[in-house]
């Protein structure tokens, strides 16, 4: 267990103090099923049993990648979702372990449901009408009429971009088109139709700031806008890395994009887009 483990670790470019760390683990009993069953227990045992639990999940995980002859570039390169886990826990402890509230996103990886596929995380997605329009300030209402073309578990593909992505069209294409070759050989019982995003790069707020030839504005423009909100906290969050006014207010601003978004702040929001998978470009 240990040998396997290490090995995802080192390929898949962990952290050097993870690597340490876990030398120090014993890892000699071999877990019989994925806690991720039990998703009560992750979320209510203390820290360090949920660590352990997450070890046992990334086991499995690892062996079954291996039986399905996943690639090992989108093996590794989702699998590093999970360093970025435990060294957000490290950061804070100065130990090894997870938070609870990682739990929900660790869940998509050792369920196998969603996957790194160059620049983009691709989830596998029954649709959800819950997870697309949430509660509170975040919450995106879908109209009837997208609830009638799309019913609940319709199956989709959820496509998530993390910080600092390249969004270069040549980059977004390649990610598309191999998604959808990878699903189609390796996860072949999702039938999917459509690609779905949920971002505040996909809010028509976005065409007042840039030009139609940016990175940004051309990934909008692949999809087609079912739903949007005014909340503007994830914009300014992924903009300005904070949503505080006062702390936009003193930053040195560069570029289009953050000169322009702090003086309409309040017009951005969040959109939900689709793409029918053979519309890759």
Request: charged residues 20%.
């Amino acid at each position: 267990m240990k040998t396997v483990i290490i090995d995802a670790a080192q390929k898949a470019n962990f952290n050097p103090v993870i690597l340490k760390e876990l030398m120090t683990y014993p890892l000699t009993l071999k877990p019989t099923r994925n806690p991720f069953t039990d998703l009560d227990t992750l979320y209510n045992c203390n820290d360090d049993e949920r660590f352990m639990h997450c070890l046992d999940a990334f086991y499995l995980y690892c062996l079954t990648m291996k039986q399905k002859n996943i690639p090992s570039k989108i093996f590794y390169d989702t699998i590093y979702n999970f360093n970025h886990n435990i060294m957000k826990y490290y950061n804070e402890h100065q130990r090894l372990g997870i938070f609870a509230k990682d739990i929900k996103w660790l869940n998509l990886l050792f369920t196998e449901k969603i996957f790194k596929i160059h620049t983009l995380r691709f989830q596998i997605f029954p649709m959800d009408y819950a997870e697309m329009e949430r509660e509170g300030l975040d919450y995106l209402p879908l109209s009837p009429q997208n609830k009638h073309e799309f019913p609940e578990n319709t199956p989709m593909i959820n496509v998530h971009i993390e910080t600092g992505t390249d969004l270069s069209p040549q980059a977004v294409s390649q990610s598309f088109t191999m998604a959808n070759e990878f699903f189609s050989q390796y996860y072949p019982a999702h039938t999917y139709q459509y690609f779905i995003c949920r971002t505040w790069i996909l809010h028509p707020s976005l065409n007042k700031l840039l030009d139609d030839n940016s990175n940004l504005m051309r990934f909008k423009n692949r999809f087609d806008l079912i739903a949007t909100s005014q909340n503007y906290t994830q914009a300014l969050e992924r903009i300005y890395g904070t949503a505080s006014l006062a702390t936009i207010s003193t930053m040195n601003k560069k570029g289009r994009l953050q000169e322009g978004a702090y003086r309409i702040y309040e017009s951005l929001g969040v959109g939900i887009g689709i793409m029918k998978k053979e519309d890759i470009q």
